[in-house]
């Protein structure tokens, strides 16, 4: 895989993320001044939701895949023109820290073989495969980050298109603490949190081929705790349904991050009294419920367990 070949992946793969990121926000959050970080982590959610739903009628082949990458290029133009700019300068930077990521390593070794990369290919050549754990046990321990990669092999970038995801995801993660350590200053202890979490990152997560499934998932711990933080004294209910939607994605990513809601739970039981209905019942939280569903009916399907491989739930 070329240098030139993967700047040109990882530009379209995090120019489809952004662009579905900045819509999801506008229809289902609507929040403002939303960084480019935040926007290329929504269009994550966004779009594995979709390829998670897709995935129960179609498998993810490469001519299906390039809805991915031309709906979100024409959906971008709907949204605020004003961050193009600085939107374009950001996607040349994360496009050539990729280059610079990959091109240092000549295999991504943690589990790939066993885990991730056969279930990528399953997902590019059948529909939601019922019993499928019965074959090997390690089709039950998927996630949803083998989805985002997935989506990604389609007739322009080849099988190519399935490295370049997990770096765009990688990098919005890191930007977006990084960020808040500098956004924040004035909060202290806040500011000084986003300086302990980036840099752990930057010191134990730095290498591609080190990557697995687990380091997704404890970055986004950071993020949940940093919301949580930040909002202990004052809900806001988008705040809420935001922090929810990180726990479940990195649930999805891990069954073990299920334990992050207990953070969510406490803002909940120090705050429902005041904002019960906004806190329950509004259009992200819904999102959020039907992607927890469909994630539990497709372990189901596959493993019989909801949670698989927790006896009890099976």
């Not at 004035?186 to 500011?191: A, P, R």
């Not at 806001?236 to 994605?249: G, M, N, P, T």
């Amino acid at each position: 895989m070329g240098y030139i070949t993967i700047f040109f992946v990882s530009f379209f793969c995090g120019f489809s993320l952004l662009a579905s990121g900045k819509i999801f926000n506008k229809y289902l959050i609507n929040e403002d001044n939303v960084s480019f970080f935040e926007n290329i982590i929504f269009g994550c959610i966004v779009l594995t939701f979709l390829a998670l739903g897709i995935n129960f009628f179609f498998s993810l082949n490469e001519k299906l895949n390039l809805i991915f990458i031309i709906l979100p290029f024409f959906l971008y133009f709907f949204t605020d023109k004003r961050e193009t700019k600085n939107d374009l300068k950001y996607l040349l930077l994360f496009s050539f820290l990729t280059v610079l990521l990959i091109s240092l390593e000549n295999t991504n070794r943690p589990d790939a073989g066993l885990y991730h990369l056969p279930y990528i290919g399953i997902l590019n050549e059948s529909n939601l495969l019922v019993g499928i754990s019965n074959l090997h046990f390690r089709f039950g321990h998927t996630s949803i980050i083998q989805y985002l990669s997935a989506i990604y092999n389609n007739i322009v970038f080849t099988s190519n298109g399935i490295l370049v995801p997990s770096s765009i995801f990688y990098l919005a993660l890191l930007g977006y603490l990084i960020n808040e350590a500098i956004k924040k200053r004035n909060d202290k202890v806040y500011s000084f949190l986003s300086i302990i979490f980036s840099s752990y990152v930057l010191i134990n997560m730095n290498r591609y081929s080190s990557w697995g499934n687990d380091d997704y998932g404890s970055i986004l711990s950071f993020l949940v705790i940093l919301n949580c933080y930040q909002n202990f004294n004052q809900l806001k209910f988008r705040s809420f349904a935001k922090i929810l939607l990180f726990c479940s994605f990195a649930f999805f990513i891990k069954s073990f991050y299920i334990i992050l809601f207990l953070l969510p739970f406490i803002l909940f039981l120090k705050h429902f009294r005041i904002h019960y209905n906004e806190l329950i019942f509004n259009k992200l939280n819904l999102f959020n419920l039907l992607f927890v569903i469909f994630w539990l009916i497709k372990n189901f399907l596959t493993t019989s367990c909801f949670i698989f491989p927790i006896t009890i739930l099976c």
